[in-house]
């Protein structure tokens, strides 16, 4: 026999149980996940400092098949809600500053934007999303970044859209 103690507490606390169990619903995401995946792309989030809020976005990291080295990372996140997403593009040191970089999703119209910075652990391309690419990027298969070499070697780098979509409206 249950103590009467023991079913007043059950009378109380399966209410709240049951109320807050759709809030804990381990299939309900409402929040970007920091290391969850979605295809080819990766939720990362950090916590800046200065604010102590919590900023996420998307990231996937393309590699040499030869030796397994970094060629480029690819980021998208949204500094503010309800802003314009950057997409930011960091390449190999040795990259050819002027020309900067050109992205074409599968074969729509190619954009150009400039190299912003270089630091030690690369150069960085850093450019505001229009809702034309970010629809063609949500919509597409393949990127394509274009790029040279100071000694004017071209490169094209394929980037896998794949899970892009869900990735990106996982950070909203």
């Not at 309900?28 to 939720?43: E, H, L, P």
């Not at 990291?61 to 480029?72: A, H, V, Y």
């Not at 950057?86 to 002027?98: D, E, F, H, K, Y």
């Not at 391309?125 to 000694?151: C, P, Q, W, Y």
Request: aromatic content about 6%; glycine content about 6%.
């Amino acid at each position: 026999m249950q103590s009467i103690f023991t079913r007043s507490l059950i009378r109380i606390l399966l209410p709240v149980a049951l109320l807050a169990a759709p809030l804990v619903e381990p299939n309900t995401v409402f929040a970007a996940q920091d290391g969850k995946a979605f295809g080819d792309w990766k939720v990362s989030c950090e916590v800046i400092k200065s604010t102590n809020r919590e900023l996420c976005h998307i990231f996937q990291r393309l590699k040499k098949k030869s030796d397994g080295k970094q060629i480029m990372r690819v980021e998208l996140g949204y500094l503010k809600p309800n802003s314009s997403p950057r997409l930011n593009v960091i390449l190999p040191l040795g990259i050819a500053l002027p020309p900067g970089i050109s992205i074409q999703v599968d074969g729509n119209q190619t954009n150009r934007f400039e190299i912003e910075t270089c630091t030690k652990d690369g150069c960085r391309a850093s450019v505001e999303v229009d809702h034309i690419l970010l629809n063609e990027m949500r919509m597409g298969t393949k990127m394509k970044i274009r790029f040279s070499t100071l000694n004017r070697k071209k490169f094209i780098v394929p980037v896998s859209l794949k899970g892009f979509s869900s990735g990106n409206a996982n950070l909203k």
